[in-house]
């Protein structure tokens, strides 16, 4: 069975620090993985999506993330916090049924 | 281009009221899909459509919940009655096949928020 794994429930960064969010999969193939940003009453936005290819994979708003497929991970990075980018963000992975399976969210606070 | 449009934004009944959520793809979108996010957590399949049919509909509870796609256009989620563990946001995506037909990507509606008290 896939699943998708986000061990911070919560992280809080100071604006201008560097950001990296932790996204660990389980799947029996090669993934298809993505990030997306969910802020308080909006419904969710695609950050960037990593199919093949090469693994560091860059998307909107500044926003990267890495696939490294010995450690299962697709960590989410940014160099540098803006206060507009507190929200939930959450990682999903794609089978070939068309199905997207969600971890559950990291809340990111931004202290000014 | 319009994205996903869903209504009511908001809405809050006592329980066992019935209730309806409307959603409205992007045009030309022949998926439509239903999800679930519970509070401080990240959203659940309940059903799919490829234009009116339920393709995928395992997770619906259906002994409360319904869901129709009438023409393969706008769509009905309702639930009947509501209970108080079904507060939560209801989203609706939408998705046109991509051509290598490997990957649709899903555009999601803001979601309408259901408070049962």
């Known amino acids: 069975a896939q699943s998708v794994t986000q061990p911070d429930i919560h992280i809080t960064v100071s604006e201008g620090a560097s950001l990296e969010l932790r996204c660990n999969y389980s799947?029996?193939?090669?993934?298809?993985l993505f990030w997306y940003v969910q802020s308080p009453g909006q419904g969710l936005q695609l950050l960037l999506k990593?199919?093949?290819?090469?693994?560091l994979v860059q998307g909107i708003k500044g926003f990267e993330a890495e696939f490294k497929r010995s450690q299962s991970s697709f960590n989410l990075r940014k160099p540098s916090v803006h206060w507009s980018d507190a929200a939930e963000y959450f990682c999903?992975?794609?089978?070939?049924?068309?199905?997207?399976?969600f971890g559950g969210g990291t809340r990111l606070m931004v202290k000014p | 281009e319009a994205g996903v449009v869903q209504s009511p934004r908001y809405k809050i009944i006592e329980k066992k009221q019935p209730v309806a959520f409307w959603c409205n793809p992007i045009?030309?979108?022949?998926?439509l899909y239903w999800y679930l996010q519970n509070l401080g957590q990240g959203p659940e399949l309940l059903i799919r459509?490829?234009?009116?049919?339920?393709?995928?509909d395992s997770q619906l509870p259906k002994d409360r919940f319904s869901a129709e796609r009438l023409k393969g256009v706008d769509s009905t989620l309702k639930i009947q009655p509501a209970e108080l563990g079904d507060s939560a946001v209801y989203l609706c995506?939408?998705?046109?096949?991509?051509?290598?037909?490997?990957?649709?990507?899903?555009?999601f509606g803001p979601g309408t928020r259901l408070t049962v008290l």
């Open positions: 990593y199919f093949s290819g090469d693994t």
């Open positions: 799947y029996g193939a090669t993934p298809y």
């Open positions: 045009s030309g979108h022949n998926t």
């Open positions: 995506a939408s998705s046109s096949r991509a051509a290598s037909g490997l990957y649709n990507e899903q555009f």
């Open positions: 999903a992975l794609y089978n070939a049924g068309n199905m997207l399976t």
């Open positions: 459509y490829e234009n009116e049919e339920a393709v995928d």
